[in-house]
């Protein structure tokens, strides 16, 4: 074969199997990467949203068992009655979760008989006679006009029956930088740049590849002139 057709053979193999699938790369890539970028960022957020909200139902499962499981107590019950002291049962109870800034026993009246913090003979700053089982955010005078979150469980005299209401335990919990809450609000974090890049260096990848096999068959016709 001669130089000239041999050139001719080399360069049509350049363009077929180099340039054009590296260029055709480039555009479907280009154009995939768009949709890609978009379905990237809405299965990002997902992950992320069902991460938080996992780790928050774990929360406050732990939250409303606590005051759950205290207001079937017998001491706090015959506490809610006046008839016992339940400042240590509910210290303990608070040392076990450092997001609970007091736990209490508010009476049927809306005035505090009992507190992990020994801060009694007072009124609990939000009360009603139907205390929500879980309250919005709200801001608490009785703890340095912090921004906190109560749950609470009715007592009742036969509390297997719900029957004889005689007060409410009370869950005062913090939302803080350093929070159960506020950590898991800021939990999941996946990087969508890191996302969105992934297929953009295919891309590149794929295009160098075609610069590479492209000098490789210039050499190659080089070699044979």
């Known amino acids: ?65 606590t005051v759950n499981s205290l207001a079937k107590t017998e001491i706090i019950i015959d506490a ?39 801060n009694i003979d007072r009124t609990f700053d939000h009360y009603s006679e139907t205390l929500s089982p879980v309250s919005g955010i709200l801001k608490w005078s009785s703890y340095g006009n912090i921004d906190a979150f109560y749950v609470s469980k009715d007592i009742y005299e036969d509390a297997d029956n719900s029957v004889g209401k005689v007060g409410h335990v009370v869950a ?10 506020a950590k898991a609000l800021g939990q999941g974090t996946v990087s969508i740049l890191s996302v969105v890049l992934e297929p953009i260096i295919e891309v590149v990848l794929s295009l160098l590849l075609g610069l590479v096999m492209g000098l490789l068959f210039t050499a190659l016709e080089k070699y044979f002139k």
């Open 80 to 118: 809610a009655m006046g008839n016992a002291d339940a400042d240590s049962v509910l210290s303990a109870y608070a040392a076990t979760n450092s997001d609970f800034i007091d736990l209490m026993i508010v009476g049927i009246n809306g005035n505090i008989t009992a507190s992990s913090t020994g």
């Open 172 to 181: 005062v919990i913090s939302v803080a930088s350093d929070s159960g809450v």
């Open 1 to 65: 074969m001669s130089n000239a057709k041999l050139k001719v053979v080399l360069t049509g193999i350049l363009l077929v199997f180099a340039i054009l699938p590296s260029l055709i790369a480039g555009i479907v890539g280009t154009v995939s990467v768009l949709g890609y970028e978009k379905e990237a960022k809405t299965n990002t957020l997902q992950v992320v949203s069902r991460s938080k909200s996992v780790a928050l139902d774990h929360l406050f499962t732990n939250y409303t068992g």
